[in-house]
């Protein structure tokens, strides 16, 4: 079994910063891509950023500049380190890892950026 554990999320005020990691844990051969997921109140869940294997990274247009991921293969472990935040961003964030056969999501973790 797999298990995915995220911190880093709270509250900040308009143009501060949060990082994000996700943990996997378990029967873990070999992970895929790692993805950052959001989802607002209202809103669809929406892929935020993405990381292959092999580094290779893909962001949503709202974040690109502010947002950056990042993954430590050794410790089963993506990152989201969020720069500039904007009140929009307020969110449930949610990591997914992509495995060989299957997929995981985290539990989310609420980022709320106000003043």
């Known amino acids: 079994q797999v298990q995915l554990v995220e911190s880093g999320g709270g509250l900040v005020q308009p143009g501060g910063s949060l990082r994000l990691s996700c943990a996997a844990s378990?029967?873990?051969?070999?992970?895929?891509?790692m993805n950052w997921y959001r989802q607002a109140p209202g809103k669809e869940r929406e892929l935020v950023a993405q990381?292959?294997?092999?580094?290779?990274?893909n962001y949503a247009d709202s974040v690109k500049g502010r947002f950056t991921i990042s993954r430590d293969n050794a410790k089963n472990t993506v990152y989201l380190q969020m720069n500039s935040l904007k009140p929009e961003d307020t969110a449930v964030y949610y990591c997914?890892?992509?495995?060989?056969?299957?997929?995981?999501w985290g539990q989310g973790t609420q980022v709320t950026v106000s003043s």
């Open positions: 378990g029967r873990i051969f070999s992970i895929n891509t």
């Open positions: 997914n890892v992509v495995f060989p056969k299957a997929s995981h």
């Open positions: 990381i292959t294997s092999s580094g290779s990274t």
